[in-house]
């Protein structure tokens, strides 16, 4: 019995789980894994961020079976989502340590169930996920190696448990793709893997025809990673079309991370109308969790076919938004709306709040601080170019490059160097490899030594182009280009994909 004294709620929180613990370890240990109904049910409604629904099947499992661990599992997958869709500070320091007390009370648990490293493995990964989110990088990369070593017992013991292929495939593609400059992140990961071999763990959950109820409950899950993972690590990312259409098949998913996924499928591959289609028709309730990105992601679909209107998106995302990430993109891109409005002062003023808000978490926040800090009006020939070509306009974007004199708009070398990466990039998509390589090979001429991100992405586009065509010798030498370059925007994304190429081209799979 606990004495009655005050103590912080995070720590409250711990006892009484542990107190659990205890309760349920003078009980039936062969009822410690149970995936029973309740929790089927639990975790469909937290794919769906029914959070509340969700709550309330756990505790009523906990009340019928309070001996089951699964329900502990499922707490951990809410505060996951939680964390990883809202991205609050306040929050992530709140949570983090009932993830820890969960793992502590899992980790009690009956030894000889596939449920448990299974169980383990997750919760470490999920912890790992928003550690990074946050910054964490040591404790996350630590916390990797947990999860993997939980995942690879599973495969050992259990080889046929199919929802464990899940987590193993995330750990070897989080292995094949941390960039050198974290290499010492890699190091205490201590796992070897490649995307490739990620995926095709992902796809044998996704691919599941059998009878089993919980492995089949797992397809979404490893069709969401699979997506992901396909879209922004593969060698063609047109792969991904085949994942949209199963989800169109399973359209009675109305999950908002089954629409976030979809749609980032179809705007990578320049299907930008469908995407905006499927953005401005998502389903809208009061109960499920807040995904404001969606409304991000509909700003930029709106934005990308030169709609001023897509202002009142991105307003919408600041207003609500609490979280780390893409505020200050979003102020960016009011101000990129307001410059091509014709709008200057609008442009800077959207600029100074770039200054002024977030926390300048990601790639994108940081090439908007970039930007706002140059305090240069952006270049609008070359601005319209960029967005109309990211919604798959590329006759609109070549339009805006070709149908003008270029001394009426190219003016400095970084104007230059991004003209011909904006053609090279219209012709690669538009179907003119050959064109398009002999842009990039300009681009890099003009901008391998100077601070922009043209000349790496260049590089990184060739070694795409030659890998398709089966020249892995000029294929490796651009992915290593792309590597050697240090652009000021975008490092890490673009070196996480050129590590891709180069393990796929050493393990001679996709």
């Known amino acids: 019995m606990f004495t009655h004294h005050k103590r912080p709620k995070a720590r409250l929180s711990k006892i009484l789980l542990l107190s659990w613990a205890f ?12 995936y029973s109904q309740n929790c089927q049910k639990a975790y469909q409604s937290i794919i769906n961020l029914h959070f509340a629904d969700a709550r309330q099947l756990i505790a009523a499992e906990k009340t019928s079976d309070p001996s089951n661990l699964v329900p502990v599992y499922l707490e951990n997958y809410i505060d996951f989502l939680t964390l990883f869709i809202g991205e609050e500070r306040k929050q992530y320091d709140r949570i983090k340590p009932l993830f820890l007390a969960r793992i502590e009370v899992l980790e009690e648990g009956y030894k000889t169930s596939p449920l448990f490293n299974f169980c383990l493995g997750e919760a470490n990964l999920q ?62 990961m201590g796992v070897d893997g490649s995307v490739s071999q990620g995926l095709r763990e992902l796809r044998s959950v996704a691919d599941y025809s059998g009878p089993d ?24 990312k047109s792969e ?9 098949q399973n359209n009675k998913q109305q999950s908002p991370l089954i629409t976030f996924a ?18 401005r028709q998502r389903t809208r309730d009061t109960y499920s969790f807040s995904f404001y990105y969606l409304d991000f992601m509909e700003g930029v679909a709106r934005m990308n076919k030169l709609d001023t209107s897509a202002m009142s998106n991105f307003l919408y995302f600041t207003y609500h938004f609490r979280g780390i990430n893409y505020v200050q993109s979003a102020w960016q891109k009011v101000g990129w709306l307001e410059f091509i409005s014709g709008d200057t002062s609008g442009y800077e003023k959207a600029m100074a709040k770039v200054l002024n808000s977030g926390n300048a978490g990601g790639e994108e926040d940081r090439q908007a601080i970039r930007e706002a800090q140059s305090k240069q009006l952006p270049n609008l020939v070359l601005l319209k170019s960029r967005l109309l070509f990211d919604g798959g306009y590329y006759s609109r974007a070549l339009d805006e490059l070709l149908n003008r004199p270029t001394k009426t708009f190219l003016f400095t070398k970084k104007d230059f160097v991004e003209y011909s990466y904006r053609l090279g990039r219209v012709y690669h998509e538009s179907g003119n490899p050959d064109k398009a390589l002999s842009y990039y090979k300009l681009t890099i001429q003009r901008g391998k030594r ?18 398709n065509r089966g020249d892995l010798v000029r294929a490796d030498s651009a992915y290593h280009v792309c590597l050697a370059c240090k652009p000021a925007d ?5 070196s996480q994909k050129a590590k891709a190429g180069l393990n796929r081209i050493k393990s001679g799979r996709p």
């Open 23 to 34: 309760l349920f370890s003078s009980l039936s240990l062969s009822a410690q894994f149970q």
């Open 127 to 188: 912890l790992a996920s928003v550690e990074m989110k946050f910054g964490d990088y040591t404790q996350a990369a630590l916390r990797i190696r947990k999860a993997h070593h939980y995942f690879t017992e599973n495969e050992k013991n259990y080889p046929d448990f199919i929802p464990n292929y899940i987590g193993l495939g995330i750990t070897h593609v989080i292995g094949g793709i941390v960039p050198d400059s974290y290499k010492w992140i890699a190091n205490l």
């Open 213 to 236: 109820v919980l492995y089949s409950q797992y397809r979404p899950q490893a069709l969401l990673y699979l997506a992901m993972v396909s879209t922004n690590l593969t060698k063609n």
């Open 240 to 248: 991904a079309l085949k994942i949209f259409e199963i989800f169109q």
């Open 262 to 279: 979809t749609a980032n499928i179809l705007m990578k591959n320049g299907l930008n109308e469908q995407a905006l289609d499927l953005l």
């Open 450 to 467: 100077e601070p922009w991100y043209f000349a790496a992405a260049s590089a990184l586009q060739m070694g795409l182009i030659y890998e």
């Open 490 to 494: 975008y490092k890490n994304s673009l």
